[in-house]
């Protein structure tokens, strides 16, 4: 490997690593996906682990992670007994399976959680009306609404990747 494609990789990496590290994931998913991504041939877990100086059960328990929202997948190799990996390709597929995996869960305790308080807070207006609860009132119901209509984006979301699926696999057979 050259020294400008190691550092076109390791800048990969690296930027994989803060982009996950904002929305909540381990910078270390981050780093394997970027060295599984500019990989033109699967990995193995030890390969990973060298390249990144990080122990393999490290390695391990991230690309398993990967695995669950659909950003890596195993590969077999003719040959060798090793899992492989590779990185998915197709960011709907990415976007799908982190929404349905993480996403969904969330949305769903964020809106129990709002409804409940929003429950609370009419039986507290009946026993007591105050303006601070009629506020609050108010805005959770905006809170609320916000939150449902995230959660049926993602669906749009999920239902546009099958579609798009659909589409292209009658296309392709004409």
Not at 60 to 77: C, D, G
Not at 99 to 108: G, I
Request: proline residues 1%; hydrophobic residues 40%.
């Amino acid at each position: 490997m050259s020294a400008s494609d190691k550092e076109i990789r390791e800048g990969l990496m690296e930027a994989m690593g803060r982009i996950t590290s904002f929305w909540g994931f381990s910078k270390i998913m981050g780093q394997l996906y970027g060295l599984l991504y500019l990989s033109s041939n699967p990995l193995t877990l030890d390969e990973m682990a060298d390249s990144l100086s990080i122990s393999k059960g490290n390695v391990s328990i991230n690309v398993r992670a990967l695995e669950r929202w659909n950003m890596v997948k195993t590969v077999w190799v003719k040959g060798d007994r090793k899992d492989y990996y590779e990185a998915e390709t197709d960011f709907w597929k990415i976007v799908k399976g982190v929404l349905r995996e993480r996403e969904k869960k969330e949305f769903d305790l964020a809106l129990n959680s709002v409804s409940n308080l929003l429950k609370k807070s009419a039986e507290a207006q009946k026993a007591n009306k105050t303006a601070e609860t009629a506020f609050a009132i108010e805005r959770l119901k905006k809170l609320e609404d916000f939150i449902q209509t995230m959660d049926k984006l993602a669906g749009v979301l999920m239902t546009l990747e099958d579609l798009k699926r659909n589409f292209l696999g009658l296309a392709k057979k004409k």
